[in-house]
């Protein structure tokens, strides 16, 4: 799949890009299904909220066929590639459950400031593109974006080893406030199969999810290949440290595997 010019150009300025119909009922049933399996495992990779309830299955491709598959898709690969200039291999791979009534906030932060201070990638060529496995909606706790906000560069960060189970540099509250009042906020919502791509470097977050309903989205944060980590301080499993390029698989793999 290849982006137009002007989606190029909206991914430049604003340092995201929704787009609300990229995978069909079928294929999100299988996504949905995969979910519920690695949920269901007891292994180090998985994560849960104090409640017990799942929170973050890292690294799923390595140990479920279908997001194995969902790794090397087409849909996502090629987009990040056209963005990023050339080959990209796996940086980090995260299945988000946002379990209904127990899914806990992820305070405000860049995912390159943790790549960076963290991984030390040495630039910000690596982003993430991700997939709704359900619907999402104002409710069952959206990502919160500030567009624009990659432009400013890495912001000061302190390291949050507290706030959540999974450790996080995030930004202070004037520097949230200060970004979100240039740039607004936006809160992508829409039907499972809708994906989402963003800079490395743009400040987000999301809330705590209340409702009902669960809200499983798959992130795929992708590097380019001559920028891959150099320090290996991390588990191999939440910043990995295989730079092979990926080779984008058939369009229909998530159902002819
Ligand atoms: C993230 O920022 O990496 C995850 C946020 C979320 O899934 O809500
Ligand atoms: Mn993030």
């Known amino acids: 799949m290849k982006l137009s010019g002007s989606q190029l150009r909206e991914f430049e300025e604003q340092g995201l890009l929704f787009l609300g119909d990229c995978f069909s009922p079928a294929e999100v049933a299988v996504l949905r299904r995969a979910a519920d399996e690695v949920y269901a495992q007891d292994r180090p990779e998985v994560w849960r909220e104090s409640s017990g309830a799942p929170r973050t299955a890292f690294a799923a491709h390595t140990y479920n066929d279908a997001f194995r598959r969902l790794g090397a898709h087409p849909r996502l690969i090629e987009p990040v590639m056209q963005i990023l200039g050339g080959p990209v291999y796996m940086h980090q791979y995260k299945v988000n459950a946002k379990a209904a009534f127990d899914g806990e906030v992820w305070q405000w932060h860049q995912d390159y400031g943790t790549w960076r201070r963290d991984d030390d990638m040495p630039e910000p060529r690596a982003m993430n593109i991700a997939v709704f496995v359900d619907e999402v909606t104002a409710a069952n706790g959206p990502l919160l974006l500030i567009p624009g906000s990659h432009r400013q560069g890495v912001q000061e960060a302190g390291h949050d080893l507290e706030t959540t189970s999974y450790p996080l540099w995030t930004l202070d509250r004037a520097t949230v406030t200060r ?41 795929l944060s992708l590097c380019h290949v001559d920028n891959h980590i150099r320090r290996f301080k991390r588990p191999e499993w939440i910043a990995h440290r295989d730079f092979t390029p990926i080779k984008p698989l058939a369009d229909d793999c998530l159902i002819q595997p």
Do not use: C, K, Q
Request: glycine share 12%; no cysteine.
């Open 179 to 219: 970004l979100a009042d240039e740039g607004g906020l936006v809160a992508p919502t829409g039907p499972a199969g809708s994906m989402l791509m963003f800079h490395g470097n743009l400040v987000h977050a999301s809330p705590p999810n209340i409702s009902p309903w669960a809200r499983t989205i798959v992130y």
